[in-house]
Structures are given as structure tokens and as C-alpha cells.
Nanobody, 119 residues
């Protein structure tokens, strides 16, 4: 199984950025997908999650209303649209997949993509 995240980079606060994560080696539509992030010196935290058929989405309070998670099961891809990012959103962003129904039990992780938000 591979999860390949891309789309990270530098962005100014108030701009926008879209992260993508392409999955291979698994039946993508059978998995909940999520984005996590880890800032320097911080623990990894949940950012957003999406159900198998995209019927339900879940967000951390810190990104609610600014970030949008979506998925395209035909392309085995999950996205994170980041609008109005803030400097505190600077982190390495990881996509992850779980067969379970719990965001704390992710089965597979990608390598991460760095997002840097400047003020």
C-alpha cells in the first residue's frame, strides 16, 4: 500500500492551497481517509476526515470553515483544499487510511508534504 501526498509548498496567509493524496495497493473506496498534520515540536493531530462514499466529513475545530476534504474514488485520490490558511497551519501534512471506523486507528500513512504559511 502506498499513499503519495503532494501539493505542499509555501503560501501566504489568506491564500489557498490544495493537497492531493493518491492511494495504491488497496481498495480505496473501502477506506475512511483523513489528513493529519504535525508542526515543529508538536504532536501529530487530526485535521479532517471523510467517509467511504464521501457522505460525511469531519474537521478539527481549528480548520472548520476554512479547509475542505473531498475524495474521488474513481481516481483513488483524497484532497484537502486549504483556504485562508494561517501561519499556525504550518506543518507537515499526512494523508492516512483506515479500514476501521476510528480516526485513532489509521492503518496506512503517507510520507507527508510540507505546508508553510507566511504572514
Amino acid at each position: 500500500v502506498q499513499l503519495q501526498a503532494s501539493g505542499g509548498g509555501s503560501v501566504q496567509a489568506g491564500g489557498s492551497l490544495r493537497l492531493s493524496c493518491v492511494a495504491s495497493g488497496l481498495t480505496f473506496s473501502n477506506y475512511l481517509m483523513a489528513w493529519f498534520r504535525q508542526g515543529a515540536g508538536e504532536e501529530r493531530e487530526f485535521v479532517a476526515g471523510i467517509s467511504r462514499r464521501a457522505a460525511n466529513t469531519y474537521y478539527a475545530d481549528s480548520v472548520k470553515g476554512r479547509f475542505t476534504i473531498s475524495r474521488d474514488n474513481a481516481k483513488n485520490t483524497v484532497y484537502l483544499q486549504m483556504n485562508s490558511p494561517k501561519p499556525e497551519d504550518t506543518a507537515v501534512y499526512y494523508c492516512a487510511a483506515t479500514w476501521s471506523s476510528s480516526w485513532s486507528r489509521m492503518d496506512y500513512w503517507g510520507k507527508g508534504t510540507l505546508v508553510t504559511v507566511s504572514s
